[in-house]
């Protein structure tokens, strides 16, 4: 009896210490379809700026290009775990936009 009370007493926190609620991580910059539509060829970096925000990315070497990265891991609770990743690159030429390209993310070796 004193046996099994004891593995019992050892079993209770490990089961419990498996019940871990993971929030969402989300990080970079969200933006929705709607806000990737409003940016045209022509427009100028503050512009640019204004509709989607400061970009995640600016490269010293290539600062014609901004990059807006999202990555959104769900919750340990929610009922749709799939990871959510959008990459958008937004090119400069003399200031103005020339192009808008979305990406899909590069996925990691070994993850």
Partial sequence: MRL???TLLLLVPLALGACVY???????NFLK???IAQVKPGMTE????FVLGPPMVQDPFHPDRWDYVYYNVPSSLSSDTRTR???VVVFFKDGK???IEQRPIAKRAGG
């Fill in 33 to 35: 379809p709607a806000m």
């Fill in 46 to 49: 503050a512009q640019v700026t």
């Fill in 97 to 99: 936009v020339v192009s």
């Fill in 85 to 87: 990743e959008r990459h």
């Fill in 22 to 28: 993971r929030p969402d991580i989300k990080q970079g």
């Fill in 4 to 6: 099994l009370r004891h």
